[in-house]
């Protein structure tokens, strides 16, 4: 069903949000002064058509908050949302697993899981649970797995993401890869050989200007999935992004309006080939995310005026 003011040539829609909607800074620079946390869903659907869902990566979400998750937007609005840090080869503590699945697990001398096919598909069973409200109710996106830096071609091959891919075949699955060397040379054919054949979408970014093995290279546009395609925006602080401790050291950049118009025009050409483009910006310092974002939609024609610009708001 097309999206109101979002409609692109070809019938494509492109939507803009932010990795998140409730980071320290939106919350400091963004939302209204003392707005209560279970208004800001709302407020933040006021502006966008999207969001990426984050909290999902450190904990199984509760029907009861994503029922309420539902309740506060319109009906057309749309979750991205970020699969457990256990299905991305990341270190997993054993307290980031449901109760019912802590005492089940194994676990190394420092308190991670050791992560087999039966908890996985345990702990999928589960967080699908959740998430089936958002399907239901029309409202569920894509799933978004964010690969580890860890996992590289040198120490693993794309066939260990297949058990996951084959539970997930039902929904949209969009894979952001970290290591750079997944998509370098003749790997990048692969790869994306790799993703076209199991539908799964691939994750284009925007990043540092970096040959650092995290850093992925900004200049691939990959559409592997006819339906979706993706673009996440993590900013261009190439110090940050590789020695940065905190979210908003690693994500500190605030878009310049030349670069919000490369980003414009990256969008149409990516959705163009696609029937559906989300762009997330993942520049979570301070209020950089949403007022990127707003302003890539002004750049876009979605809307006329930035909150920035209309005073009332605030």
Known sequence: MPRKGSIQSKLAKILVGTASWSDPGFVERWYPKKMPAGERLDWYAQHFDMVEVNSTFYSVPEPRMVERWCAATPDDFTFDVKLHQLFSFHSTPAKLLPPELQRRAETDGRGNVKSTPDLQEALLKIFLRGTSILRDAGKLGVFLLQLSPAFSPRKHELGELEPLVDMLRDYKLAIEFRNRNWVVGDQLRSTTDFMQKHH????????PDS?????MPSDIDEVTNSNVAYLRLHGRNAKGYITGKTVAARFDYDYGE??????AERSRKLAREARELHVIFNNNNLD???RAALRLRKALGQIVKTPSETAELF
């Open 200 to 207: 799964a979408i691939f994750v284009n970014v925007d990043a």
């Open 211 to 215: 040959d650092h093995f995290m850093v």
């Open 258 to 263: 030349n670069e919000i118009a490369e980003v």
């Open 288 to 290: 950089y995310a949403p």
